[in-house]
């Protein structure tokens, strides 16, 4: 059947409405159909607006074109995590490698994809290389740290969040994550000062006092729990978990029901 005049003049008018740079990277495209780099251009400019299928099919026309672009395969396999097309990913990670050897964000995200899929060694092996590649990183071990922690091995996450803190013990979130993974271990006596030194930095640091409030009423220490919920919503007054652990402090000390006080002294952060 043949288009209708209204068909073709709406044709028209959406052409003519659509973004002045798509229309700009479809007209390279159609000039040179075999341009890998026209390819990844319509491809970013696809997955930067939302319309992942044209991304995904653009990226691939390019990849296949230029099959030894390690940053093209990369940029592909990171639409392909994206999009949950795990193997494919995969695929296009380990080639872009093998490309590239030595590219940290590659090994980055090759190791983050295997730790998604609960694939650990290979992760672990991915973090590894780039905490000997930048020995001097923090965060290399901090993915480790989360990755131990996914799989509930505790003791070397509180080793690996060690290891991050050693490298940059200014930074107040380290030590909490490694408060964190020491009350998780059930380790109480090593969490406490982890947290008052994360303090030591930042004495309103609202989730430090919150994880502090936390660890006190594992602990059975209401009257602490009930000034660290205090301090942490003297910082954050919108802390939503604070008020949760202030109200279940008071109510505990309302009830009189029987519990400890201990104080520990914080470590003092390296200069």
Not at 76 to 95: I, K, P
Request: with cysteine; proline share 6%; net charge negative.
């Amino acid at each position: 059947m043949k288009p209708t005049i209204s068909t073709i003049l709406l044709a028209a008018l959406a052409a003519a409405c659509a973004p002045t740079e798509q229309r700009v990277l479809e007209k390279a495209l159609r000039q040179n159909p075999d341009s890998a780099a026209a390819h990844l251009a319509l491809g970013r400019y696809c997955y930067q607006t939302g319309r992942y299928e044209c991304a995904l099919q653009e990226y691939r026309a390019g990849v296949n074109l230029a099959p030894a672009d390690g940053a093209g395969r990369g940029e592909y396999g990171h639409l392909l995590y994206f999009t949950c097309r795990y193997d494919e990913a995969l695929v296009q990670y380990r080639t872009a490698l093998a490309q590239a050897p030595d590219d940290p964000s590659l090994h980055l995200w090759l190791g983050n994809l295997y730790g998604f899929l609960a694939r650990d060694a290979e992760a672990e092996a991915e973090y590894r290389w780039l905490a000997r590649r930048n020995p001097g990183d923090p965060e290399p071990w901090v993915m480790l740290g989360s990755l131990f922690g996914a799989s509930q091995r505790w003791d070397q996450a509180s080793e690996a969040y060690r290891r991050a803190v050693s490298l940059k013990p200014l930074d107040s979130s380290l030590w909490i994550m490694l408060g964190n993974s020491y009350v998780a271990g059930r380790r109480m006596a090593e969490a406490e000062p982890a947290y008052r030194a994360a303090l030591s930095l930042d004495s309103e640091n609202a989730s430090a006092w919150t994880s502090l409030g936390r660890l006190h009423l594992q602990t059975l220490n209401w009257e602490e729990a009930a000034a660290d919920f205090t301090a942490a919503l003297l910082a954050d007054p919108q802390n939503a978990e604070a008020k949760e652990g202030l109200a279940l402090a008071l109510e505990k000390l309302k009830t009189r029901e029987p519990g400890q006080t201990r104080g520990m002294a914080a470590p003092a952060p390296a200069d």
